[in-house]
């Protein structure tokens, strides 16, 4: 059970939250408990569903940054984030098990993903403070410096997301599944 207020329906969430809602449900055909949670504060949702959009919109592929929020949900041992990436990433970015379980441990069987989650995961464990050769590394791979720029962006986006749903203790409503352990 949730600790915090988890709306069961979109109408009873705040009036001001209502129309953002309502455009998840039409993008997702459901609105997931993360969404009615968040909701309680119309404000940090327009947040969230705003910062998501704008980076639905960089250079980063849907597969990579699907990836590099499985890599961030099990370095932060977060279930519920780590059960919905594993659903929309087998669904939506068609990844393969064996592709997800690398990207669960920061690692990636495409090399030019590799090195993004090795870079995401460096950023999550020491707070943002990475060295030069983790930089020179993740360019090295062929990304430009708006591209590391959004992967510092979807790490920031889905550290939130894990920390709301540890604090929230959010039930889980996606096939579940348990971090192995913080990485």
């Not at 970015?93 to 993903?113: C, F, V, W």
Request: charged share 20%.
């Amino acid at each position: 059970m949730s600790r915090l207020f988890t709306p069961a329906t979109i109408e009873a969430t705040p009036t001001a939250a209502h129309a953002s809602l309502e455009a998840v449900k039409k993008q997702l055909g459901v609105v997931p408990n993360l969404f009615r949670l968040v909701a309680n504060s119309p404000a940090a949702l327009e947040g969230y569903l705003g910062l998501s959009g704008a980076l639905g919109k960089g250079t980063l592929p849907a597969q990579t940054r699907e990836r590099i929020a499985l890599a961030v949900a099990e370095t932060n041992a977060c279930d519920y984030c780590l059960s919905a990436h594993t659903y929309l990433a087998k669904n939506l970015a068609k990844l393969d098990d064996a592709e997800i379980t690398a990207n669960r441990s920061g690692a990636s069987n495409d090399p030019k993903a590799d090195a993004a989650l090795h870079f995401a995961v460096k950023v999550v464990r020491a707070r943002g403070h990475v060295s030069d050769d983790d930089v020179a590394a993740v360019k090295a791979a062929g990304y430009d410096d708006a591209q590391v720029i959004e992967i510092v962006q979807h790490v920031a986006l889905n550290t939130w997301t894990n920390y709301i749903n540890s604090v929230a203790q959010t039930e889980i409503d996606f096939p579940v599944v348990h971090a192995r352990k913080a990485m």
